[in-house]
Nanobody
Framework: QVQLVESGGGLVQAGDSLRLSCVAS????????MGWFRQAPGKEREFVSA????????RYGDSVKGRFTISRDNAKNTMYLQMNSLKHEDTAVYYC????????????????????WGQGTQVTVSS
């Protein structure tokens, strides 16, 4: 079992940057494919980005491509989401998620495939 804790959210202005962190504990971090999702009020939780176990393969949702960058440091049991050029529509609670994957190169983009979730961190972008 892995436990996930997000941090780094906050209130920023449009065009600003934020970096979210997700710290994992409880099991070997490098055994998990990782992902970021977000949920705005009244909307479903949507895929933001995902990364393979050994950080060499990444995927992004269309709305964040070119602005967000996902990364991970297996030595620190931490995943990051660098968010640049933030827009008002990026306002949401951001969640990190983990899934045990057999392949080191598998990237999981489907919300329902993730078994482990953090509590979320609020990102608010004022326009």
């Amino acid at each position: 079992q892995v436990q996930l804790v997000e941090s780094g959210g906050g209130l920023v202005q449009a065009g600003d940057s934020l970096r979210l962190s997700c710290v994992a504990s409880g099991r070997t971090f490098s055994e998990y494919g990782m992902g970021w999702f977000r949920q705005a009020p009244g909307k479903e939780r949507e895929f933001v980005s995902a990364i393979s176990r050994w950080h060499d393969i990444t995927r992004y949702g269309d709305s964040v491509k070119g602005r967000f960058t996902i990364s991970r440091d297996n030595a620190k049991n931490t995943m990051y989401l660098q968010m640049n050029s933030l827009k008002h529509e990026d306002t949401a609670v951001y969640y990190c998620a983990a899934k045990l994957t057999m392949s080191k190169r598998q990237v999981v983009t489907v919300r329902e495939e993730y078994r482990h979730w953090g509590q979320g961190t609020q990102v608010t972008v004022s326009s």
